[in-house]
């Protein structure tokens, strides 16, 4: 088995009232599962096997859909469930992963205005995400299990906005969604940990 199921970083309620218990043992425990599965049975036999996640994932986007959808997003999800902590978001951010976003973005309030965006305007499926490109931060949004790992820039923070991610707990209210994840989720130690392996 190539791809494993990681558990939680947390407890399935441990980022109430947030993200719900029922969301995160269904988008955990049963959507990424699926992935991790469908992943697997898809990569025997091809030519990425044996490979690394980052390698397969970039090898077979546009050459193999199937296990592409479910290696993108067994990879988005690793790090989708690290990017989220109780008591995360609001403005404590590392300080040199601070200042890039200054730099890059104009200010930490605009950088949140713009990954919001970037989340409520992505049309059915996919993710918003700040990513590393050229040495600068930049807003970003991909389809279904799309990342900036197929578009030339490393993924530094992304919120999944697929219905599945916030339709118990929001409904159709995806812009409350991201703004909750944004002010009270986000992990941004380990958002800093991809930022300083990004830049290296
Ligand atoms: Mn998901």
Known sequence: MTFTLPELPYAHDALQPYMSKETLEYHHDKHHLAYVNNGNNLLKGTEWEGKSLEDIVKGSFGKNAGLFNNAGQHYNHLHFWNWMKPNGGGDKIPGKLEKAIVESLGSVAKMKEDFIQAGVTQFGSGWSWLAVKDGKIIVMKSANGESPLVHGASPIL?????????????????????????????????VDQMYQAAVK
């Open 158 to 190: 992304g919120c999944d906005v697929w219905e599945h991610s916030y339709y118990i707990d929001y409904r159709n209210r995806r812009p409350d969604y991201l703004k909750a994840f944004v002010d009270h989720l986000v992990n941004w130690d380990y």
